[in-house]
């Protein structure tokens, strides 16, 4: 791999890192007709794009049963493990959960209060690798976020895999439903004769998942639209090479889509963490990924004049995982604000917060962390303010609020407080 340095970079090259895309326009109008028909079709349109698009032919949609059973046969270190990632997401999540409460403000009796939703549907991957990993990351947060009822779509295969089942289970999924892709979104943001309808619809999914995220949008909520994986391993000469390379060849197995950047101020480290990746890629179990991820334009290894200008670079990135591994994490972690999920230090590769740190790894894509966060318990959660006013703070208020009022207008306002004090 070539490093290349940043202050030689073209507007086109530019373009290509800091305006990454999901890929969603390109496949929207077919998602549409497959989300019109799901929803004007149910159970008979699902079935046909599951034997369509999976090669599948599905008979009972809902396969609640069989993941309590995988739960019960899996591999006894496969549970192990799942239990253990569950636990430590569990609890890290539990520390996200807002109090209610109501405070004096002069006379004003002000305050604030959670509900959580009541229907939610989460879209766990499948397809070419299995993923409990992100069955845990979806339904567990909103289970303590207390939603009464969690439904997984995931999608369907001549045989399931045991451990995503087994995750959606101790996860505590209410209902499991077999089927993916756009069909899947579809399917539980409309429901059908047998999946049930929710709320809200969250959880990563290839383009066209994401592309059916969009286009259900507003007829119920989304957590965001989420493209590749991503990571940006911002390092100083400290480094070590190895590890780095590492974390780009971990997240470039996911995805021949998959954006993974190295940047650093240090020669000597960009040289040999490019020929790291050259001399390990090949040899990969998914190799073909791997080499097709590195070859992407918004991937590569950046040679920076200072590190204050490879921070400029990670902060204008936005990167879904950024790793800092260098002398001063602290510091460098303070002038960067865009980031999905922060990865500090040589032992705290992303597949910790891929699996089993406790973090959530549903997370912003495509310069998405300049504007918001990650999944989180509040995703599933509603709030509601709460007030009580005495006769004499509204009184102290009438003034304020009955000029307001009629400035724009709405003396209908002003008169529902004046008649408080005839």
């Known amino acids: 791999m070539e490093v290349r340095e940043i202050e030689g970079l073209g507007p086109a090259e530019r373009a290509a890192l800091f305006d990454r895309d999901a890929g969603v326009e390109g496949v929207r109008d077919d998602v549409r007709g497959i989300v019109d028909r799901v929803r004007d079709e149910g159970d ?31 591999d006894p270190d496969v549970l192990a493990a799942i239990r253990e990632a569950a636990d430590n997401v569990r609890a890290f999540h539990e520390r996200q959960r807002p109090d209610d409460w109501r405070e004096d403000f002069d006379g004003r009796e002000l305050g604030r209060r959670f509900r959580p939703l009541e229907r939610v549907g989460v879209y766990v991957p499948g397809g070419a690798a299995a993923y409990p990993s992100s069955a845990l990351m979806g339904v567990v947060p909103a289970k303590v976020a207390g939603v009464d009822h969690v439904v997984v779509a995931t999608p369907p295969a001549e045989e399931l895999n045991p451990a995503t089942l087994a995750a959606i289970h101790e996860a505590g999924a209410d209902a499991v439903y077999s089927v993916g892709g756009a069909q899947g979104v579809a399917a539980m943001a409309y429901g059908t004769e047998t999946v049930t309808p929710v709320q809200k619809v969250v959880g990563p999914g290839n383009r066209w998942v994401t592309a059916a995220k969009a286009e259900v949008r507003g007829d119920v909520d989304i957590d965001f639209l989420a493209g590749p994986s991503e990571v940006l391993v911002l390092a100083d000469g400290t480094a ?12 470039a197995e996911h995805d021949d889509h998959a954006s993974v ?27 073909e990924t791997v080499e097709a991820a590195l070859a992407n334009d918004a991937s590569g290894v950046f040679l920076a004049r200072s590190m204050s200008e490879a921070v400029l670079f990670a902060e204008e990135y936005a990167a879904e995982h950024l790793s800092i591994q260098a002398e001063d994490d602290e510091e460098l972690l303070d002038r960067i604000d865009s980031a999905g999920s922060v990865f500090l230090g040589p ?26 966060g990650g999944l989180s318990v509040e995703t ?5 303010t ?20 009629e400035a724009e207008g709405l003396h209908g306002h002003a008169d529902s407080v004046r008649r408080r004090f005839e």
């Open 240 to 251: 070590d090479p190895a590890y780095v390379a590492a974390d780009l060849l971990a997240q």
């Open 347 to 372: 032992y705290t590769p992303v597949a910790a917060g891929d699996y089993a740190s406790g973090t959530n790894h549903v997370l912003p894509t495509g310069g998405g962390a300049k504007r918001f």
């Open 386 to 405: 709460v007030q009580r006013l005495d006769r004499d703070s509204l009184d102290a208020l009438s003034g304020t609020i009955t000029t307001l009022a």
């Open 44 to 74: 008979v349109a699902v079935r046909e794009f599951c034997r369509e698009f999976d090669g599948v032919e599905v008979g009972n949609l809902d396969v609640t049963d069989a993941a309590a059973a995988a739960h019960e046969d899996v």
């Open 380 to 384: 599933f959660l509603r709030s509601t």
């Open 261 to 287: 950047v190295a940047v650093t101020d240090d020669p000597d480290l960009a040289a040999a963490t490019a020929d790291e990746l050259d001399a390990r890629a090949p040899g990969m179990a998914r190799a």
